[in-house]
């Protein structure tokens, strides 16, 4: 009988593995068409501009450039889509390999690249496109830096000295990491900015990191899907037993 139970187990373990090993492999997939749709959103002129882009270069909301905001939105979408890649690849390795100084090494790589991008960061009122695209991540995740805000005290142009409301501030944590109203780029600033000068817990996200913000949004939709996908299963396999031979 004991054998029998371990047999069990090994089997179980062994389906496991392989259920988290396939999502994983489905979600590494997703993400790498994520990241190709920001690449041609952001590289590939000549097709946007054929359907997308002609019409953006002449449009405006309140003042904003459209186009602008497309390409600051593929860059966003290039993070994005690596990063569901690499966190589904860490995962197919740590189900199946059970490599956990690689997983270690990738979540550096990973993150030290993003810090790259985050020292370019310019500011709450810059249209360059990485910032652009930073601001937005800040305020949809509600997080701030990669893993808080220090992150960018190496963001060499990013100007911390501001005027605003006729005082000059200067600012401890980026603007858009405040609990701000709104969704980007509609957002309602406020009428000071001591969530930004002085930050705390209850007016800002400055110790939120967005690395962990996204994985854990990204694993969110993956166990919903995993639940919904093995249901479906479940139901499935319950209709062929309980058919009628």
Known sequence: MGDGGDSGGGCGASMATIWLVVFNSIFALLGLGIAT???LLRFN???FETYILDILTSASVDGVDLKAVLESVAIVVIVIGFLLALIALMGCLGGCCRVRTLLVIIDKRVKSALQ?????FKGYNSTEPVTVGWNYVFTQFDCCGIDGYTDLNTASDWLKTITYSGSTLNLTSPVFCC?????FPDITLPSNLDCATSPNATTSNYVSGCYQAVEDYIMGYRLALI??????IACQVGGVKTRPH
Do not use: M, N, P
Not at 227 to 232: D, K
């Open 179 to 183: 609990k701000l109203d709104g969704k």
């Open 116 to 120: 790259v991008t985050l020292d370019t």
């Open 227 to 232: 639940v919904g996908v093995s249901l479906l």
């Open 37 to 39: 749709l920001g690449f």
């Open 45 to 47: 002129s000549q097709l």
